[in-house]
């Protein structure tokens, strides 16, 4: 079995970009702070608008989360419509529910039109209820999100049964306009598309100090300096040595396992339509095929933690009650990555200074959101117009008992993973 922090899809990656570490000094009108989804979306959203560019990655592209992601390209954040108007208000919230909305048209355009191999698969996602109190949650999501426009259907136990090919469902909402993606691929293929476009993309370069100056933030890293006008962090739950604009977040770790390719005779009983799926638990299931046939389930939990005997008992428990004739299939890899959480479940812009502002706080949902947050960021700085944002930036956030909250996330997944799923 491969180390927790080495994820399928660095094998799997079809997209290449060649990078050094920075190791002179750079005058930029626009300087980005990680190479997520978000700090892609950026420098290429910049890169494309004429301005000069450099991005700065601690690792290497999709180091963090990006590259650890399900790849479930959804519409919309966790929570649904309603709770978001009444967190954010009438006019902020219909803005972001529209803008998200659109997050998986926007993303697969981008892939689209520069040509990035990633597995992209449109054809919907599908919101499992696990349970039937889960079938009228989805229920209420259904009316909410079709209130607003979306085009979701609500499918009863039948009809999940024949999408999924599994009979443990009580239901499922499906979602045409989602999908899947090679997670990775897709944020080293922006990071591509970024440098294509005139953006100087640096990997092994962190940051290790920041200061306004005379009109201008000098970021320092161990090779070079760079002078810039603007400033994106975007480093969410892989953020490094910066304190003073360290994001506020609760950590919580979310792992997957994936089985070799699964055969043609197997494959045509699971997902026939290749939709990406998770659940209504608490404690959620996600489970999805790759291009190649195998099947990734995941669930909430560290495998670098006390909890990894638990988490890795549960999958394979879980992997025969989803799908009994996979209960022979082997589990040969298994990884896993660190979600920002934020109390509300909703992102978050905060301003670090002049020009200057971070997003982080995606709560899992960092493909659509993260690629759509990075775009408007780029737009509000270049053309100095705060209306450009999703969110309105905030001087600052913060999250009380991150620490022992994030320990109540990890003690419940492991022992919810120890008693359930027993057939």
Same mark, same amino acid.
């Given at each position: ?85 009444? #967190?954010? +208000? ?9 803008? %998200? /909305?659109? @997050?998986? !048209? *926007?993303?697969? $355009? ?66 045409? #306009?989602? +999908? ?9 293929? %922006? /990071?591509? @598309?970024? !440098? *294509?476009?005139? $953006? ?224």
């Amino acid at each position: 079995m491969n180390t927790p922090e080495h994820a399928l899809w660095r094998d799997t990656c079809s997209e290449t970009l060649k990078t050094a570490s920075l190791s002179v000094d750079l005058t930029v009108d626009l300087a980005v702070i990680g190479g997520g989804y978000t700090g892609c979306s950026a420098a290429l959203t910049a890169a494309k608008a004429g301005a000069s560019v450099c991005l700065l990655e601690a690792q290497d592209i999709g180091h963090g989360g990006s590259g650890r992601n399900v790849g479930l390209v959804n519409a919309g954040l966790w929570l649904p419509p309603d709770t978001i108007r009444s #967190h954010l +208000g009438q006019d902020v919230g219909d803005r972001l529910i529209d803008l %998200l /909305a659109k @997050a998986p !048209s *926007d993303v697969f $355009a981008l892939i689209d039109v520069h040509g990035i191999t990633c597995e992209p698969v449109q054809n919907g996602t599908l919101h499992c209820a696990h349970s039937a109190s889960g079938f009228r949650d989805l229920q209420t999501r259904h009316a909410q999100l079709s209130a607003a426009g979306a085009p979701v259907e609500l499918l009863p136990a039948e009809a999940a049964h024949a999408r999924t090919g599994s009979k443990t469902f009580h239901g499922a909402l499906f979602d045409p #306009h989602a +999908g899947t993606i090679q997670p990775l691929a897709y944020v080293v293929g %922006l /990071a591509r @598309a970024a !440098s *294509d476009a005139g $953006a100087q993309v640096f990997t092994q370069s962190p940051v290790q100090a920041i200061r306004h100056q005379n009109g201008h933030w000098v970021l320092t890293t161990p090779g070079g300096t760079v002078r810039a006008k603007s400033v994106i962090q975007a480093t969410n739950a892989y953020h490094q040595r910066l304190e003073d604009t360290a994001p506020a977040y609760v950590p919580v770790y979310y792992f997957q396992y994936a089985t070799a390719p699964l055969s043609h005779n197997l494959r045509a009983s699971i997902l026939p339509k290749g939709e990406g799926c998770w659940d209504t638990g608490l404690i959620m299931t996600s489970f999805r095929l790759d291009q190649d046939g195998r099947m990734i389930i995941g669930g909430m939990g560290d495998l670098a933690h006390a909890g990894r005997g638990p988490h890795s008992a549960w999958v394979k428990r879980k992997l025969a009650q989803l799908y009994p004739q996979l209960s022979d299939e082997s589990l040969v890899q298994g990884w896993h990555g660190r979600i920002a959480m934020t109390s509300d479940h909703i992102p978050k812009i905060t301003e670090i200074g002049p020009n200057a502002m971070s997003a982080h706080g995606f709560s899992g949902r960092g493909i659509g959101p993260g690629t759509v947050f990075g775009r408007l960021m780029a737009e509000s700085l270049l053309n100095d117009d705060p209306s450009c944002l999703p969110v309105p930036a905030v001087p600052e956030h913060r999250e009380s008992w991150a620490g022992l909250r994030r320990a109540y996330f990890e003690t419940g997944a492991a022992l919810t993973h120890l008693i359930k799923a027993r057939i």
